[in-house]
Antibody, heavy 120, light 109 residues
Framework: EVQLVQSGAEVKKPGESLKISCKGS????????IGWVRQMPGKGLEWMGI????????RYSPSFQGQVTISADKSISTAYLQWSSLKASDTAMYYC?????????????WGQGTLVTVSS | EIVLTQSPATLSLSPGERATLSCRAS??????LAWYQQKPGQAPRLLIY???NRATGIPARFSGSGSGTDFTLTISSLEPEDFAVYYC???????????FGQGTKLEIK
């Protein structure tokens, strides 16, 4: 069974750093792109970026380029999303999701989400 | 940059009725469009990809149609568990970006 299991909720202060994780299982982790999607409270879905764990090829949405870093450790089948200096506006639910296939640009399996709250 | 516009923003229907949700792209996306369902407190779930292909395990009452700029998600007979928010999504080649529509909330009338 394909599963993406994300790390738990975080409460941080503005200016702090954070790294959240997404562990894949039940499939070949290195063969599928993993994307990250933000959902701010009461709002829609925003694509942040995507990584291919096989070679760490990474693409970012222009809206998030320079704001976050996406990485992966294929030895432990885990993808990461990190911030060096959080802002209150980073408060949101963050989802990781597996891309359906090499030529299918859709997300077929999703993590349960990690809620990040940034407040002083 | 391709923009996806969903309509209506909210759709109020009763169980057993037929639901028709629309997604319009600002330029042609061929058939490269997906639909997702999101229930409160849950992650999105892929329903339809490539405009008309049902994802694994999705009931036959869900169907997708369209190509180019106009797409439709149809739920033939609403079940209580279908009341949720629905998003369309596409991926553009340049700039390489995955874009979601703003969502349609399907609520019980």
């Amino acid at each position: 069974e394909v599963q993406l299991v994300q790390s738990g909720a975080e409460v941080k202060k503005p200016g702090e750093s954070l790294k959240i994780s997404c562990k894949g299982s039940g499939y070949s982790f290195t063969s599928y792109w993993i994307g990250w999607v933000r959902q701010m409270p009461g709002k829609g879905l925003e694509w942040m970026g995507i990584i291919y764990p096989g070679d760490s090829d990474t693409r970012y949405s222009p809206s998030f380029q320079g704001q976050v870093t996406i990485s992966a450790d294929k030895s432990i089948s885990t993808a990461y999303l990190q911030w060096s200096s959080l802002k209150a506006s980073d408060t949101a639910m963050y989802y990781c999701a597996r891309r359906l296939g090499a030529t299918k640009y859709y997300f077929d399996y999703w993590g349960q989400g990690t809620l990040v709250t940034v407040s002083s | 940059e391709i923009v996806l516009t969903q309509s209506p923003a909210t759709l109020s229907l009763s169980p057993g009725e037929r639901a028709t949700l629309s997604c319009r792209a600002s330029q042609s996306v061929s058939s490269y469009l997906a639909w997702y369902q999101q229930k409160p407190g849950q992650a999105p779930r892929l329903l339809i990809y490539d405009a008309s292909n049902r994802a694994t395990g999705i009931p036959a009452r869900f169907s997708g149609s369209g190509s180019g700029t106009d797409f439709t998600l149809t739920i033939s007979s609403l079940e209580p568990e279908d009341f949720a928010v629905y998003y369309c999504q596409q991926r553009s080649n340049w700039p390489p970006k995955y874009t979601f529509g703003q969502g349609t909330k399907l609520e019980i009338k």
